[in-house]
């Protein structure tokens, strides 16, 4: 099979992270601060080797600030439930529904209102296009820093001296960048940043994480036992321990620990892959006819189309049955960039490499959506 589908999760797992899976599984199967024992608290030291390196690596301001979670949904969940309070978010139409849906549900609530910052004509949301959204009350704004659906990235460095002038707290959702495009919260004025480790991270699924400052902790959401403060009734207050109640998937955090020492021996050259292959496709659907384009050219790997007026998963089906490459149709939970698009009802095919893609992947792709547009015509 040609695998094109790396935004949703990419498939190559280095060996060094298949390593530490095993070994974690093996040497390690323990809960953290539940034992005593020495391979216990080696397994501890190794989960606060990985919240440093997301510290370093994001460069906010203490390790500490550094929650893990089951995926960048939970981490999201935990950003804007965590911090919610009565007033005004501001989010843009790039975001994935696991910003769209918490926001939307306080909104159902009656605890806040909603503002939308449209993107203009090169897909990018403006910082004066938040701006001229934000209010007295608005206390949030969040930002996609890469279009899961075209693979845009947005300016957050920009967006963020908006939102710390005025003091608001900037949430940007690294889901489809933590790997292919830094960020630094510091530089940037970014309070809070949710990463999955299953993409361009290449670990595994079933870890996130949400990394903070202290202009924005967050209150737990969720309650039960942290292996800490054991004698309280209530949830204690120290961070991160109060946002991680219950067991940690270990073996998945040991994964996303092994991917962040992969990624920065190996980021050059995945880069110089990511790109060009993202390039070959981009510029060998501009010459098929019927063909029409979303993406530019990104880091982030991805390119969206349509293929006449086909529905996306119809043709993302026939790709896969056709000639075996996977893709992704539909809407890619994310129906505001759709709404942007004007392709709620088509929704589009989206075409994602990573840093194993080889061209004659590309070309194979490229030449099956040549056959389906000359049917479609």
């Known amino acids: ?4 589908d790396n935004a949703a999760t990419t498939n190559y797992k280095p060996p ?4 530490a899976v095993m070994e974690c599984l093996t040497k390690y199967p323990f809960n953290p601060n539940r034992s005593g024992n020495k391979l216990a608290l080696q397994l501890q030291q190794r989960l606060y080797e990985t919240r440093r390196k997301l510290h370093l690596m994001l460069n906010n301001d203490s390790e500490l600030h550094v929650a893990f979670t089951s995926g960048c949904t939970a981490a999201l969940n935990l950003a804007i439930l965590g911090t919610a309070q ?3 978010i501001v989010i843009t139409s790039t975001e994935h529904n696991s910003v769209l849906r918490p926001v939307m549900q306080l909104k159902k609530k009656g605890y806040v209102e909603v503002s939308v910052a449209q993107p203009n004509a090169n897909g990018e949301v403006t910082p004066e296009e938040v701006e001229r959204l934000l209010r007295p ?8 820093h890469a279009s899961n659906v075209t693979g845009t990235a947005q300016n957050v460095a920009e967006i963020g001296r908006v939102t710390r002038r005025r003091n608001v707290k900037l949430l940007v959702d690294c889901a489809q960048s933590m790997g292919y495009i830094p960020l630094d919260m510091e530089k940037c004025n970014v309070d809070m940043v949710a990463i999955a480790a299953h993409k361009g991270l290449h670990a595994m699924q079933g870890a996130g994480a949400l990394i903070f400052n202290k202009r924005s902790i967050p209150r737990p959401i969720t ?5 800490t403060e054991s004698h309280l009734y209530f949830q204690p207050s120290t ?3 109060a946002l991680e109640s219950g067991t940690l998937p270990c073996p998945a955090i040991m994964a996303m620990n092994a991917g962040l020492d992969w990624w920065l021996a190996n980021w050059k050259h995945n880069r110089e892959v990511v790109t060009e292959m993202q390039s070959t496709i981009l510029d060998g659907l501009k010459k098929i006819h019927g063909v029409t384009l979303y993406s530019r050219n990104n ?3 991805i390119v969206a189309f349509n293929v006449g007026k086909r529905d996306s998963t119809e043709i993302a089906d026939l790709l896969s049955e056709r000639f075996d490459i996977a893709v992704r149709g539909g809407l890619q939970c994310a129906p505001l960039m759709h709404k942007y698009l004007g392709t709620s009802e088509q929704g589009a095919v989206r075409a994602s490499v ?3 893609t080889e061209k004659e992947e590309c070309y194979s792709l490229l030449n099956a959506v040549e056959q389906l547009a000359k049917t479609s015509i």
Not at 1 to 4: A, R
Not at 16 to 19: G, I
Not at 223 to 227: D, I, K, P, Q
Request: glycine residues 16%.
């Open 1 to 4: 099979m040609i695998y094109l």
């Open 16 to 19: 060094e992270v298949l390593n």
């Open 86 to 88: 009565r007033g005004h």
């Open 137 to 144: 009350d608005t206390y949030l704004v969040c930002a996609s």
């Open 223 to 227: 309650f039960g036992g942290t292996g």
């Open 239 to 241: 961070v991160p321990d």
């Open 299 to 301: 880091k982030s790997g």
């Open 354 to 356: 990573s840093c194993i």
